[in-house]
């Protein structure tokens, strides 16, 4: 299973069987006193089952499974729970795990995942944010199944919620998906298009923002195109018109942007000149910046790279100056300092 759109009193439980069945999740505040039931009686092999009604800010533990065509419960135990949002604005630490670039089924992807296990050292992850090229090499169906879902499935998925955002390899590299949005991510994952977990609501769910905490996130898409025409970087198109507003309407302490191409990287791809990221960095950065933007996260380069507090600079590397474009540049980005 794996978690998907919680709120302050609800969550989507998604789950894949081999035959049809029904879906029943039951649910509880305590591990093994699981008081609540929910059932969906439609035969299926993806289930999505919501539960609503839930009290913010809380553990909830949790068993998935069936009565039709057999009664039998799938996964239970210590580690099949879940966290309802908590109430916005309330200034608390959050703890967030982001991945770019990861389903591919490699040793890297194993080390990646133990290290970021190792590091946590017990503390749960308030979230697992996806920047994009999620199932290598062209998003399929059974690329996920693969390579994405059996790497984190015992480590995250049960537990953590999952707030994903597509890439270039999820749409296939193709133009024809680029336009027309036809490929698994969409019907694999539950995505807030209607602002259910706040911000203004997108419409679709290429790109959505919610509210954890204190914290305003966006995840946007840097590849795929609205009406066969707009990409990220053309500041009149569907999604930097609903950008402008969402962040307007914004009140939250921090804001944290995600997508895929970077405006800046030097590493397995460059935004010296690749056309992409040339266009995101003189087109689109300074809009989040005049919207008071905190922190971007992008993947696509295959590398780890971090940058000083930007503002003002669209160029390439050899026209940054520390003095004019990094603000605090003596800091050392950790949030207790």
């Given amino acids: 299973p794996y978690l998907n759109l919680a709120t302050q009193n609800s969550v989507h439980i998604r789950w894949r069987t081999n035959i049809a069945a029904n879906s ?57 729970f879940f966290h309802t949002l908590p109430v916005k604005g309330v200034e608390r630490l959050s703890r967030f795990v982001v991945y770019g670039d990861c389903g591919n089924n490699s040793s890297n992807q194993v080390n990646v995942r133990n290290s970021m296990m190792q590091y946590l050292n017990g503390n749960h992850a308030d979230g697992m944010l996806l920047l994009g090229d999620n199932a290598y090499n062209a998003g399929l169906d059974a690329e996920y199944s693969s390579n994405f879902y ?10 953590v919620i999952l707030w994903p955002s597509p890439r270039n390899h ?6 024809a998906r680029q336009n027309d949005h036809v490929i698994p991510y969409f019907d694999m994952f539950t995505l807030p298009a209607a602002a259910e977990a706040g911000g203004i ?3 679709t769910e290429a790109f959505y923002s919610y509210d954890y905490a204190n914290i305003h996130f966006l995840a946007l898409d840097s590849y795929g195109k609205d009406s066969n025409t707009y990409r990220i970087w053309d500041t009149l198109g569907p999604q930097v018109r609903w950008i402008k507003n969402d962040l307007t309407a914004n009140t939250q302490k921090w804001t944290i942007a995600y997508w895929h191409h970077p405006p800046y990287t030097l590493g397995s791809h460059t935004s010296e000149g690749e056309a992409d990221l040339v266009a995101i960095r003189q087109n689109f950065i300074k809009i989040l910046e005049r919207y008071g933007a905190d922190l971007i996260l992008c993947g696509h380069s295959h590398v780890y790279e971090r940058s000083y507090f ?16 990094a603000f605090n540049n003596a800091s050392s980005a950790k949030y207790d300092g």
């Fill in 24 to 80: 029943v999740v039951n649910f509880g505040v305590v591990d093994g006193t699981l008081s609540s039931t929910v059932t969906d009686n439609t035969l299926t092999t993806e289930h999505d089952v919501t539960i609503t009604g839930l009290n913010n800010d809380t553990k909830y533990f949790y068993s998935i499974g069936n009565t039709n065509p057999a009664i039998q419960t799938l996964k239970t135990g210590t580690n099949y």
């Fill in 150 to 159: 059996p790497q984190y499935q015992d480590s995250l998925l049960r537990n």
């Fill in 170 to 175: 999820d749409y296939a590299n193709t133009a």
């Fill in 201 to 203: 609501a997108s419409g």
């Fill in 310 to 325: 930007l503002n003002g600079h669209y160029g390439n590397e050899a026209s940054f100056s520390l003095a004019t474009h």
